[in-house]
């Protein structure tokens, strides 16, 4: 009882460094002190070392240690805790070092794949700026043997072990010789069992370029972006991370997307629900913490069919519950594959809860679903 009490401090703790104000592209670290609740600076100046390392641990599975370390550090700096503003400065200097290793081996790869006729996309890796993904994704048209080649050749890349899941999903996970993070290839398909093939008709249009730390990198529009978080949180995991909070608050907040076309988009893919849903959450996880949710339009909030309510905070995670809900969003995507006549990808996609099953039983056997999910 004492670890779940210690794991939700942490994720309040953090939440509150994230969400206290609306989000904005820059740095976390920019923010006034003033700024942070007096609770919340009475919460970091109680900080032992130890409570710190439990901390930058939750931060780093939510991919929130920069955003969160950098005013952790401001703020332990200025009541005079030295030690743990040290360690603080330690984490945010480590996770930033990790992510200019792992951006120069991006920008190449990307480069390399583009000049062998391999354009990518870097799909969600990079949402979570000036926070980096665990692994690196990508997105591409092109012939999937095309990319294996080429990283095989260019970058002595190893093909990592595909999962059931991987091979229905169409995706490739590459071990990248000099490279801690897994490169993730993801070709001509998107969702658990590769079952969306219209939202990368539209990926592929709509992708623009961007620059982070010199490097440029070719990224989805907004709305493509929340569509891909949707599936991966909503339809895959069945959880929500604090960076995907932050990640689409700072899209709402800067009202950088255009609703009518996402309404358009997950409607078209059976996805429309599950994309109200996880930005109502998303809103009002956000209004607890700051007093205001994202800005949203009224054909969201109408089309949401549940909220933070639903939502459990378990194994470091904002868990979204399988029975009802997820089940009748997959229920609700799967009728619309079927309706639009897309027989091909309503059988992948009929082959989910099998396949979710054979992972939940190989986790409990051997404590790992690599296998399989």
Known sequence: ?????????????????????????????????????????????????????????????????????????????????????????????????????????????????????????????????????????LYTDADAAKVVEVMGSRFKAKLADRSWGDRL????????????????VHAGRLGQTGEQTALTRSLATRTRMAQMQGHLFRVPAPEDRIVISTLQRMYRHFYIRLCDIVDNARLLDERLVDFEYLNSLGSAAGL????????????????????????????VTGSAKFGTDQVRFRRDFLR?????????????????LLSKGELRNSLRLSLLPGLATAAALEQKITGSDKGIW
């Open 1 to 137: 009882m004492e670890h779940v009490r210690d794991s939700t401090r942490n994720l309040q703790l953090l939440s509150e460094l994230l969400l206290h104000a609306p989000a904005s592209s820059e740095a976390s670290q920019s923010r006034s002190l003033e700024a942070y609740s007096s609770g919340t600076r009475e919460m970091v100046s109680g900080l032992s070392a130890r409570d710190l390392e439990d901390l930058r641990a939750l931060a780093m599975t939510n991919h929130v240690i920069i955003r969160s370390f950098a005013p952790l550090q401001q703020i332990l700096t200025a009541g005079g805790n030295s030690q743990t503003a040290v360690l603080a400065a330690t984490a945010v200097e480590q996770e930033t070092e990790r992510i200019h290793h792992a951006l120069r081996f991006l920008q190449r790869i990307c480069s390399d794949l583009e000049e062998a006729g391999c354009p990518v996309t870097v799909i969600k890796s990079l949402d979570h700026w000036p926070d980096l993904g665990s692994d690196l994704d």
């Open 169 to 184: 999903a169409n995706k490739w996970n590459f071990v990248v010789p000099g490279l801690p993070e897994l490169v993730e």
């Open 272 to 299: 429309w629900e599950g994309i109200a849903t996880y930005l109502r959450i998303i809103s009002e996880y956000v209004q607890a913490y700051r007093g205001t949710g994202v800005p949203l339009d009224p054909i």
């Open 320 to 336: 979204v519950p399988i029975l009802p809900h997820s089940l009748n969003l997959y229920a609700s995507e799967l009728m619309t």
